[in-house]
């Protein structure tokens, strides 16, 4: 997993409205799916019991939590945004919206796409960014996720 080269902020904030990068493919193994669900304590037959989950559900097999694919935004966004120069620190703000779209089959793969859609200026050093992200599942029509996801930079 590579980060892709730094931009300064100025330069960032200039590509409002812009696609500004996608991540590489990530496989969602059975055993990540096992292993979120132990941690969230969300162990629901469709996500942890594969021979259930072909019989007693519409999915064909286990998928993953929609949250397991939210928490991988993370991942993606590391490898589909340009490191910004002169940043000091970077936290999640929140989301305006999530909205999970398809499910995603354990084995499949997924990969985050990025589009810049504001980039507000709070004070010297402080910007919040609002990101258009969509989760693809390599060979499905429809997206696993669409969300608007703002997450707040420092920077020098």
């Known amino acids: 997993m590579t980060q892709r080269p730094g931009v300064s902020a100025v330069d960032y904030m200039a590509q409002v409205g812009k696609d500004i990068g996608v991540s590489g493919w990530i496989e969602v193994t059975q055993a990540m799916i ?23 559900s519409p999915f064909g097999g286990t ?14 966004a590391v490898e589909a945004l340009p490191r910004i120069d002169g940043l000091t620190m970077s936290v999640n703000y929140g989301f ?29 050093g402080e910007v919040t960014l609002h990101h258009q992200v969509s989760v693809e599942i390599e060979g499905a029509d429809r997206p696993a996720l669409a969300a608007l996801w703002l997450t707040r930079i420092y920077f020098d």
Request: aromatic share 10%; proline share 5%.
């Open 63 to 76: 998928i993953a939590h929609g949250f397991l694919t939210l928490a991988l935004l993370s991942r993606m």
């Open 96 to 124: 305006d919206k999530v909205r999970f779209l398809s499910p995603v089959p354990s084995g499949a793969r997924i990969r985050g796409r990025f589009r810049l859609m504001e980039a507000e200026e709070r004070t010297s």
């Open 34 to 56: 096992d292993s979120f669900a132990k941690t969230t304590f969300d162990e629901q037959f469709i996500h942890v019991d594969p021979a259930r989950a072909k019989a007693d």
